[in-house]
């Protein structure tokens, strides 16, 4: 029986998922893996900041907001998403992610798509979707950054 080696997505998507475990986050975990020449840049995972009480810890800081069609939203004041925490350590790090692709367990909220298109993220690729209907009015204006699902 021929061994079948996963694609470079695959591969990197795995990853990606490791790297959610550390999430310590109660409502979901994500991962995220930015990766340039195949090589692995940042990673991230969703949680408090370093140094700050975890949500696993002393619970979530849940507020609701309400988005321009009406639809109510909660989101924890206490969590970093796992995308902005891997642009955090390529900042920290001093490494350039220019042109780079990222891996996300979750396509990204509106927000950390618009720091990822601030950042020069090419690609956005993701396992599963999450609220993709909300980039909608984004994505006619940014054909330079592709998002691509990604099947394990």
């Given at each position: 029986?021929?061994?079948?080696?996963?694609?470079?997505?695959?591969?990197?998507?795995?990853i990606t998922r490791t790297v959610a475990?550390?999430?310590?986050?109660l409502?979901?975990?994500?991962?995220?893996?930015?990766?340039r020449d195949k090589n692995i840049l940042a990673t991230g995972y969703n949680g408090a900041p370093?140094?700050?009480p975890h949500c696993l810890?002393?619970?979530?800081?849940?507020?609701?907001?309400?988005?321009?069609?009406?639809e109510v939203e909660e989101n924890?004041?206490?969590?970093?998403?796992?995308?902005?925490?891997?642009?955090?350590?390529?900042?920290?790090?001093?490494?350039?992610?220019?042109?780079?692709t990222i891996y996300i367990t979750h396509t990204p909220c509106i927000h950390c798509f618009k720091v990822l298109v601030?950042?020069?993220?090419?690609?956005?690729?993701y396992e599963k979707e999450y609220k993709l209907h909300t980039?909608?009015?984004?994505?006619?204006?940014?054909p330079h950054v592709r998002l691509h699902k990604v099947d394990l």
């Open positions: 029986m021929a061994n079948v080696r996963p694609s470079w997505d695959q591969y990197f998507l795995t475990e550390r999430s310590t986050c409502r979901a975990k994500v991962g995220a893996v930015i990766v370093s140094g700050l810890d002393v619970g979530c800081l849940i507020y609701r907001s309400t988005t321009p069609t009406g924890c004041f206490r969590t970093i998403h796992a995308e902005i925490n891997a642009i955090a350590q390529a900042a920290k790090n001093g490494t350039s992610i220019r042109d780079a601030n950042t020069g993220i090419v690609r956005i690729c980039l909608s009015p984004l994505l006619e204006y940014t």
